[in-house]
């Protein structure tokens, strides 16, 4: 079958830095992407690998490693409005063109 | 990236009534939208793929004749929930794929009484 894997539940400081791992299986993969969605809000995409290696938006990273079948994503300076869940979301040939195949979320919580 | 919108935001209904969510694309002719659906602490799931002009594809164990979709023109999609149940009760998103990522409307919360 096909899966990710992402922690249930991360906690950090303001200010800090967190890593948010997923690792996936998945047939015909072909790219990995992070989403952001606060309580009773939407999806909203942050970054999107393709390629392995590291991809910088600002204070959000993400890194993908094809061959470790993983990847994570990076949040630096931590402010209280990143408290939300984090999804890793696969690409996959196969599927309907462009569907996504979502991990579990990771809920970070980011305390003062 | 794409701006979609989606209504109604919320709505309450009885048992056994239809409801019918709009999902438009404001900013992008979209051939192919996509309907997922969140319950309660967990994930995105995948229920259809919305084809413009043709049928739509449904992914396994969701029922096509319950889950009606209508994508009759680049802009629209419409997704009804045809004789709603309380188990039927969760957060209905659509999307649209732009370049590397999906951009979801807000999405429409329903709630089955």
């Known amino acids: 079958g096909q899966s990710l894997e992402q922690p249930s539940e991360v906690t950090a400081v303001e200010g800090a830095i967190v890593q948010i791992n997923c690792t996936y299986q998945?047939?015909?993969?072909?790219?990995l992407s992070w989403y952001q969605q606060h309580d009773g809000g939407a999806p909203t995409f942050l970054s999107y690998?393709?390629?392995?290696g590291l991809e910088e938006t600002g204070r959000f990273s993400s890194f993908l490693s094809r061959s470790d079948s993983y990847g994570y994503l990076l949040l630096q300076e931590l402010q209280m409005k990143d408290s939300a869940s984090y999804f890793c979301?696969?690409?996959?040939?196969?599927?309907?063109?462009?569907?996504?195949?979502f991990g579990k979320g990771t809920k970070l919580s980011v305390k003062p | 990236g794409a701006v979609v919108s989606q209504h109604p935001s919320r709505v309450i209904c009885k048992s056994g009534t239809s409801v019918k969510i709009e999902c438009r694309s404001l900013d992008f002719q979209a051939t192919t939208m996509f309907w997922y659906r969140q319950f309660p602490k967990q994930s995105l799931m995948l229920m259809a793929t919305s084809n413009e002009g043709s049928k739509a594809t449904y992914e396994q164990g969701v029922e096509k004749d319950k889950f009606l979709i209508n994508h009759a023109s680049l802009t629209l999609s419409t997704l009804t929930v045809t004789s709603a149940h309380p188990e039927d009760s969760s957060f209905y998103i659509c999307?649209?794929?732009?370049?590397?990522?999906?951009?979801f409307g807000p999405g429409t919360r329903l709630t089955v009484l």
């Open positions: 690998n393709a390629l392995d």
């Open positions: 999307s649209q794929k732009q370049g590397a990522g999906q951009f």
């Open positions: 998945t047939s015909g993969f072909y790219g």
């Open positions: 979301a696969a690409s996959s040939y196969g599927g309907s063109q462009g569907n996504l195949i």
